[in-house]
């Protein structure tokens, strides 16, 4: 089994054939898929979407692109909105220096109050970071200090610096597409260093298709190709490589049931 731990399914470009791609990723194994949160304005239809089928969980929060535009969220209206049994993580939040769409104060405001709800809830957060390692390592350590709280850098494409960082925080780490690209070598040896047991995989879908599907939009299926180049990176087969990234999925998100399991 393989668990599509990070993709966006609420999205239009799925919107003409996202049964299909549901479909698809079954027959390619994957047995269960977060669909992540990016605007709490539009959590309605994602929480919608995740009830519609039990292979799918969903999380709550602003991506820090979205700070500058959504509403201020409190804590406390994240810790609420996590009441049903299909939402199972916080985020995606976190520091986003590439693109600088929302002011970076901002961005670091929404952050903290994100891992307040963590804190509160015992739900991981999902943490984006871009550009931003300096920043990021510092907020972890210091958030960390104040009560820790479980938590996953999705789409992993930082300094091999925060990653040791994270680590030693008690973080998992998630690895898109991006690890097949050619220019991602950096990358590729960090993996090498990330111990199995802190290993998910994910397709941040629709973006970011892994090769061979380089340029198409990305869906759950392709997560396979991850697998196998982090299998062969890790030296290790892509069954085993599939089976601890599932165990580890389901030890993080501790609130989703295994499909044998889901009610």
Do not use: W
């Amino acid at each position: 089994m393989l668990v599509d731990s990070h993709c966006h399914l609420d999205f239009d470009r799925f919107d003409e054939d996202r049964e299909d791609c549901l479909k698809r990723a079954v027959e390619q194994g994957v047995g269960t898929m977060l669909t992540i949160s990016t605007h709490v304005t539009k959590f309605p239809e994602i929480l919608t979407l995740a009830n519609s089928d039990e292979r799918l969980y969903c999380s709550v929060g602003v991506h820090p692109h979205q700070v500058a535009e959504e509403p201020e969220t409190a804590t406390e209206t994240l810790v609420g909105l996590t009441d049903n049994r299909k939402v199972v993580g916080i985020g995606e939040t976190g520091l986003d220096y590439f693109y600088d769409n929302s002011p970076r104060d901002d961005q670091r405001a929404s952050f903290i109050r994100h891992m307040a709800a963590s804190r509160q809830t015992g739900l991981p957060l999902i943490v984006n970071t871009r550009d931003a390692d300096d920043d990021m390592a510092e907020i972890l350590t210091e958030e960390m200090g104040k009560g820790a709280f479980p938590y996953v850098l999705h789409c992993f494409s930082s300094g091999h610096a925060l990653a040791i960082t994270a680590l030693e925080l008690g973080c998992y780490i998630s690895i898109s597409g991006i690890v097949t690209f050619k220019n991602a070598a950096d990358l590729r040896e960090t993996v090498k260093d990330v111990p199995l047991d802190r290993l998910l995989v994910e397709t941040d879908a629709p973006f970011l298709a892994p090769i061979p599907h380089r340029g198409k939009r990305n869906e759950p299926a392709f997560v396979i190709h991850t697998v196998e180049k982090v299998a062969e990176l890790k030296a290790v087969s892509p069954e085993a490589l599939a089976d601890a990234t599932t165990e580890n999925f389901f030890r993080l998100f501790s609130k989703a049931q295994r499909p044998d399991t889901a009610a």
